[in-house]
């Protein structure tokens, strides 16, 4: 009974550590797949006792059957949740490279027009890029954005805006007006990716095909010793690390496996180093 309390709590603990930012992902996902491994070997003698030998003889190719149909739909199921949230995963961090890079080529055009407006574009879009990467970033973890972020971006457009006439029939006028086009576009998809979440009947059945995966292995048969107990923990082990991966790459910018602002802070390097 200890035992089996101590694998649901280790993994009761791993799926509020989830939510932690500070918490190794790695520890998040020893706990998830130990106290997994745990729970199912407690509950073996339980299952022996619900599913006695002979019930198991009997009904071995019916169970057997069941679990090979099962189990083949559950990782059917597994495999493909697990390809939409890495996809939305990799969309997400396409759309911070694009967004960043269309900054840098921003400023870099910048540098075609009088030292008054370049100073001006190149103030707006580092207070951009200090806001998205110290205050927004963290606020798309809750699903949010920052006001100032957008209010900085608005004043990047302001600055194209409010040229003069002269200064719009320059081919870069126009070059500048499609990069503070693609920023705010990919700004647009990168807070909607925040919103980004497997539906909750996704989730129950991740969950309920992981528990009806395990009772069709307990029905299966735990009368053969230590090879029944091994095939218990590899299985339960394989079931609760797919668990984990589904929930650690749900979201792409909620502080677990996420999206990282590393191609805003080498855009925001590299343009405190041009300015040396």
């Known amino acids: 009974m200890l035992e089996g309390l101590a694998g649901l709590g280790s993994v009761a603990a791993a799926q509020w550590l989830l939510k932690e930012s500070t918490v190794s992902v790695w520890l998040v996902a020893a706990l998830m797949v130990g106290g997994g491994v745990v729970l199912a070997d407690a509950m073996i003698p339980v299952a022996a006792r619900v599913f006695p030998a002979e019930r198991c003889e009997a009904l071995g190719n ?3 059957g069941a679990l090979a149909i099962v189990g083949t739909v559950y990782a059917i199921v597994v495999g493909f949740v697990v390809v939409v949230v890495w996809q939305s995963v990799s969309d997400a961090e396409t759309t911070v490279a694009r967004e960043s890079n269309a900054i840098a080529g921003l400023e870099r055009m910048s540098r075609g027009y009088a030292v008054p407006v370049r100073r001006q574009v190149q103030e707006a879009a580092r207070t951009y890029l200090r806001l998205v990467i110290d205050e927004e970033w963290d606020a798309m973890a809750e699903r949010r954005s920052s006001a100032r972020a957008d209010a900085a971006l608005v004043e990047l457009w302001n600055v194209y805006t409010d040229l003069a006439p002269a200064d719009r029939t320059t081919p870069l006028y126009a070059e500048s007006l499609s990069r503070l086009n ?5 700004r647009r998809l990168r ?3 925040t919103g980004n ?3 909750p009947l996704m989730w129950l059945l991740v969950y309920l095909g992981a528990v009806v995966t395990m009772v069709l292995a307990y029905a299966f048969g735990v009368q053969h010793g230590w090879y029944t ?5 590899i299985l339960s082990g394989m079931l609760a690390f797919a668990v984990f991966l589904v929930a ?3 979201a792409p910018f909620d502080d677990r496996m996420s999206v990282e602002p590393a191609a805003f802070v080498f855009v925001q390097d590299n343009m405190a180093e041009l300015e040396r």
């Open 182 to 186: 693609e920023i705010s576009d990919n």
């Open 191 to 193: 807070l909607q990716a």
């Open 62 to 64: 019916l169970v057997g």
């Open 197 to 199: 979440r497997i539906p």
């Open 248 to 250: 650690a790459l749900d």
């Open 229 to 233: 107990r091994m095939v218990i923990w």
